[in-house]
């Protein structure tokens, strides 16, 4: 095989010494500024463990339950911390275990670099004992992938690892190291960082005409909206975005994993796109003249129905990955590049406005979701709690301020719909695999990755019950995680699902519930669980003070529903307000 | 509308590259009609040719993902009449039946195609062409008893192409370089640099 790095400024030490793999590999983590490790040991992994026992007083290793927790704390981490996460795994098992979480990063963009053991070289391909093909098994779910056989590669391809899985369009990496190799003694000259790999291009050439173009295009805007997802986040461009957007007065409203990047009481945040998303947006996309998309993919659950999407308007699109341009939508401008470059670029050439009629429209949408939805979900009349509720007394206290960790289903879109965020990276979700079980451990990683925050995992009945094994993790580090259980006794977003689309007919989704607090208590995490409205504010309150990690479940409405929303098939702006 | 259309690929020598490669297009169901990987006209660069059958909006997308993996250095995709292509097909027949028949003998030659190997049992015949004359030689020898055939994965050149080594220097610059920055980029030399 053959890998080129050019332009090596190699700081080679003054002379090569001997070690083993593993300790090449402990050497690459600490000069990739790695801090924290989550992992689980296994047979294949040995060696590196071995060498992990040498530095565990400069690598923090996390132990945790399962693999798959493993993988999603380290998603979390670098959710949260916006740096790698770092993961390792045994052969076998431990790695088909972190084939979920591969998929996860992938698809939502997030850097990692997971490191598997493997059998000896010599037995590969024997079905030798906890030997897979990691390798093609996670070749589709990861941004590269690498078998190490001999110690010598290891320098070159962890710091080639690194850079592919942080640069450009972020992604997962894998590397698979033999035993063997782990083992191996071999001449270390030192540690390179890689900057450039030829066949790779983190970072398209941005086209300065064609950044005019969209710049003359936004001017000629009357009705300009701008969609913007985790782009902005991923390229740190939230402050150019603040101003591109203040400069034109551009209403704006996010994907699921573009929330946080503008502060929520924005005055040109104008809300969620999407399925569940606010009525505004959604129904305006039909209506605007200019749709400026960045850093945001289209996704089906975003667009709804293709050939009724934003037809009558113009498209600009921004995004670093040219693949994505006019993959879903096509787009009249494509402005190809780091948005964290191209913003700025735009909004030296657009002039300023402030779009008050059209803003007006917006403000008008969301009174009548505020009547038709919003007033029943945040201030219900009834006696059953609404999950909504929840989240409107989080925000009181929180102010806005903490990271909010969610899994999947209906728990997933009213969080993100109501809570509030003042800072980016605070909003960290499975958003484009959809998987449950995600937000405990991304919790745990999270808190790893912004130590100074307060870190709440809101989660459902059904997502906890995937990934509960992690309540070890928490006991045995004492992870300063605060997870809020919204238990509506159902699998609820189904449930919706087959009420409104299935007559009723709810096939497998009632779904039974151990007593959360004395499994909590098993653990020895403290926990407390309510019913009745008038205890929510003191439970919520209690469980945000207290040190440490602490439960608090919150039993909320069987059958209520997740509205507005876009029913699958529909377009955009066919959504529903009940 | 579907028709044929050639993807060249210009690649690093790895290993598990032709999996992450293939995987593109089962992924999306898409058939792969010919796949052959050989070195290219730069040293260390593979080179793959793909045939399949789309829509151009297919290919266009599929040809960006593939140009997207990390391994990969640049895609084309061309319709047939913007490359030279040629197939490679072996033929094995009864020695007997071409000794005894002299038609046999001219019909070879008509085609282009030529003895390989001659045994006493059997002669194996050799054509390179495109597929239709691949095709029309194994209807013509049907009758006289073909025994075996066997035809290659397509190989073709892109008429309009400088090759790779040129492309290559831009390639192994750690920074862009100077006429691929954005100031200085014209419409006219967008456009060339999109090819």
């Not at chain 1, 992938?106 to 059998?119: A, E, H, K, Y």
């Not at chain 2, 309009?160 to 290559?168: A, N, P, R």
Request: hydrophobic share 40%.
């Amino acid at each position: 095989m053959e890998t080129k790095t050019l332009n090596k400024q190699t700081e080679s030490i003054n002379q090569a010494i001997e070690i083993t793999g593993s300790e090449a590999v402990m050497k690459a983590m600490i000069a990739e500024g790695v801090e924290t490790i989550f992992g689980y040991p296994g047979g294949a992994i040995m060696p590196i463990y071995d060498a992990l026992y040498d530095y565990r007083d400069q690598l923090e290793h996390i132990l945790v339950r399962h693999e798959q927790g493993g993988i999603h704390a380290g998603q979390g981490y670098a959710r949260s911390s916006g740096r790698t996460g770092v993961v390792f795994a045994t052969s076998g098992p431990g790695a088909t275990n972190l084939v979920t979480g591969l998929a996860d990063a992938m698809i939502d963009s997030t850097p990692l670099v997971c490191i598997t053991g493997q059998v000896f070289a010599h037995l590969l391909g024997t079905d030798a004992f906890q030997e897979t093909d990691v390798i093609n098994i996670t070749t589709p779910v990861t941004k590269w992938n690498y078998q190490i056989t001999d110690a010598n590669e290891i320098p070159e391809i962890l710091a080639k690892a690194f850079y592919i899985a942080k640069s450009g369009r972020p992604g997962p990496v894998l590397i698979d190291i033999t035993k063997n190799a782990q083992l191996q003694k071999f001449n270390f000259t030192g540690y390179t960082p890689c900057n450039h790999i030829r066949s790779y291009r983190p970072k398209p050439i941005v086209r300065k005409e064609y950044v005019e173009a969209a710049a003359e295009m936004i001017n000629q805007a009357v009705k300009p909206l701008v969609l913007f997802g985790q782009g902005v986040i991923l390229g740190k461009a939230e402050n150019e975005f603040k101003t591109f957007i203040e400069k034109a007065g551009l209403p704006a409203a996010w994907t699921i994993l573009g929330l946080s990047a503008l502060p929520t009481d924005h005055p040109l945040n104008v809300g969620m796109l999407g399925m569940h998303g606010n009525y505004g947006p959604n129904l305006l996309t039909n209506e605007c003249d200019v749709l400026i998309a960045v850093g945001m993919r289209f996704d089906d659950r975003v667009t709804g129905r293709l050939d009724k999407y934003a037809k009558q308007a113009k498209i600009i699109h921004l995004d670093i990955d040219p693949s994505e341009v006019d993959k879903n939508v096509k787009a009249d401008i494509p402005v190809w590049g780091d948005c964290k470059e191209t913003l700025p670029m735009l909004t030296n050439l657009i002039k300023s406005n402030k779009h008050e009629a059209w803003l007006k429209k917006f403000n008008d949408c969301t009174a009548k979701e505020q009547e038709a939805v919003i007033q029943d979900e945040l201030h219900p009349t009834g006696e059953i709690m609404t999950m909504g509720e929840v989240i409107d007394q989080l925000n009181q206290l929180t102010k806005g301020d903490a990271i909010i960790v969610t899994d999947v289903g209906q728990h997933q879109m009213v969080a993100c719909r109501y809570a509030h965020f003042n800072k980016s990276k605070s909003n960290i979700t499975s958003g484009g695999l959809g998987t449950m079980g995600f937000a405990l451990p991304a919790a745990i990683g999270a808190k790893y990755g912004a130590k100074d925050r307060t870190v709440i995992a809101i989660i459902g009945d059904g997502g906890i019950q995937m990934t509960i094994q992690e309540f070890g993790t928490i006991m045995q580090d004492n992870v300063d995680v605060k997870i809020l259980i919204l238990n509506n006794q159902f699998l609820g977003m189904v449930r919706q699902w087959q009420q409104l689309f299935h007559e009723k007919r709810y096939s497998f989704v009632d779904i039974k519930s151990p007593d959360y607090v004395t499994v909590a208590k098993g653990y020895s995490i403290e926990g407390n669980s309510i019913k009745e409205r008038k205890n929510l504010k003191a439970a919520l309150k209690k469980m945000l003070d207290h040190k440490g990690p602490y439960l608090l479940e919150v039993f909320v409405g069987k059958e209520n529903n997740v509205f507005p929303m876009v029913p699958q098939g529909c377009s955009v702006s066919e959504i529903r307000l009940k | 509308m579907k028709q044929e259309y050639t993807i060249t690929i210009y690649t690093e020598n790895q290993v598990g590259l032709l999996t992450r490669i293939a995987i593109m297009f089962s992924r999306r169901k898409i058939n792969v009609e010919s796949m052959n990987t050989s070195p290219s006209e730069v040293e260390g660069i593979h080179r793959f040719t793909i045939v399949i059958n789309v829509t151009e909006d297919v290919v266009r997308k599929l040809v960006r993902q593939i140009e997207k993996q990390v391994d990969v250095l640049k895609a084309y995709y061309n319709t047939n009449d913007e490359i030279i292509w040629q197939e490679l097909a072996l033929y094995k027949v009864p020695t007997e039946t071409i000794a005894e028949k002299a038609k046999v003998e001219r019909l070879l030659r008509a085609y282009g195609a030529r003895a390989v190997v001659i045994r006493k049992d059997y002669t194996i015949f050799e054509t390179t062409g495109q597929r239709e004359e691949t095709d029309t030689l194994i209807n013509v020898l049907a009758p006289f008893g073909l025994i075996e055939f066997v035809r290659s994965a397509r190989v073709a050149i892109i008429k309009d192409s400088k090759g790779f080594h040129e492309k290559l220097k831009e390639f192994e610059e750690t920074e862009p370089v100077k006429h691929l920055l954005a100031e200085d980029i014209t419409p006219e030399k967008a456009a060339e640099l999109e090819n």
